[in-house]
Nanobody, 111 residues
Framework: VQLVESGGGLVQPGGSLRLSCVAS????????MNWYRQAPGKERELVAA????????DYADSVKGRFTISRDDAKNTVYLQMNSLKFEDTAVYYC?????WGQGTQVTVSS
């Protein structure tokens, strides 16, 4: 199993980023997918989840209305569209499938 995140970077408050996670080594369409994040000195937290087929999604209260999770099973990829970014969104963002994790991608919101 391999999960590779990309799309992180430095963005100003109010800006947007789209994270991608490309999966391999398992039947992607059969798994729910999750995005987590971990800020310095804080525990890793679930940000967004999407079920098989993309019919069900769930979000942390802190990102509802600003972040959108989606998936493309043909590309074995899950996305996290992040809009209206805030300072407190700064963290390393991780993709997860079952018990497997990606290496993370850094998102820094700074003026």
């Amino acid at each position: 199993v391999q999960l590779v995140e990309s799309g992180g970077g430095l963005v100003q408050p109010g800006g947007s980023l789209r994270l991608s996670c490309v999966a391999s080594g398992f039947t992607f369409s059969s798994y729910a997918m999750n995005w987590y994040r971990q800020a310095p000195g804080k525990e890793r937290e679930l940000v967004a989840a999407i079920g098989r087929g993309g019919f069900m999604t769930d979000y942390a209260d802190s990102v509802k209305g600003r972040f959108t999770i989606s998936r493309d099973d043909a590309k074995n990829t899950v996305y996290l569209q992040m809009n209206s970014l805030k300072f407190e969104d700064t963290a390393v963002y991780y993709c997860r499938a079952s018990t497997s994790w990606g290496q993370g991608t850094q998102v820094t919101v700074s003026s």
